[in-house]
């Protein structure tokens, strides 16, 4: 099994702050790497596929990076309602796996 | 628009068997799309349980895979989870998503909290 390690696990930031998350994949999957949202009580929401891709709807502040086994998720300028959880997923081969979650709260 | 919804039993009983269906709408069960259950305990992360393909091929995570079955009812555009000899801590929000070839989960389920309790 492919495992995911995100780091950190939690982190404070203001408004208007840089905030980047990394995955770190333990094989290489390629590109085969999404990112995901999720506030509380809610669906995850996907900000990025194929590690670069902005999905549709998606603020440009958020952006990705990375190929292999080392990825970034970064938000240029922190908003208020990017306070929330975020997740990476693998998904180069079965089982499918996920990061065990950044919470971004506010500092 | 794509919408999947997710539907069964919200308890169950500790021993007794998780049954669960995802209703997709805006796209054939069919079509190049893997359909995946996902499900998140309370408080925690997210944890993929197993995947379908409308041929029935299967895939499914290695912890649960003496329980589950994940099945594909082409006529009715769906497709739905078993999971037996529940516990405690199969206690979660269970969601249903599309798999996209090469993109992953594009589209989810808003998600059925299943408690199992006595």
């Known amino acids: 099994d492919i495992q995911m390690t995100q780091s950190p696990s939690a982190m404070s930031a203001s408004v208007g702050d840089r905030v980047t998350i990394t995955c770190r994949a333990s094989?290489?999957?390629?590109?085969?790497l999404a990112w995901f949202q999720q506030k509380p009580g809610g669906v995850p929401k996907r900000l990025i596929y194929a590690s670069v891709g902005l999905e549709s709807g998606v603020p440009p502040r958020f952006s990705g990076s990375g190929s292999g086994t080392e990825f970034t998720l970064t938000i240029s300028s922190l908003q208020p309602e990017d306070f929330a959880t975020y997740y990476c997923?693998?998904?180069?081969?079965?089982?499918?796996?996920f990061g065990q979650g950044t919470k971004v709260q506010i500092k | 628009q794509v919408l999947l919804r997710e539907s069964g039993p919200r308890l169950v009983k500790p021993s007794g068997t998780l049954s669960l269906t995802c209703a997709v709408s805006g796209d054939s069960i069919t079509s190049a799309n893997s359909w995946s259950w996902v499900r998140q305990p309370p408080g925690k992360g997210l944890e993929w349980i197993g995947e379908i393909y409308h041929t029935g091929s299967t895939h499914y995570s290695p912890s649960l895979t003496s329980r589950l079955t994940i099945s594909v009812d082409k006529s009715k555009n769906q497709f739905s989870l078993s999971l037996t000899s529940v516990t405690a801590a199969d206690t979660a929000m269970y969601f249903c998503?599309?798999?996209?070839?090469?993109?992953?989960?594009?589209?989810w389920g808003q998600g059925i909290l299943v408690t199992v309790s006595a």
């Open positions: 998503a599309r798999d996209q070839p090469g993109y992953g989960f594009d589209q």
């Open positions: 997923l693998q998904h180069h081969s079965y089982p499918r796996t």
């Open positions: 094989q290489d999957i390629s590109n085969f």
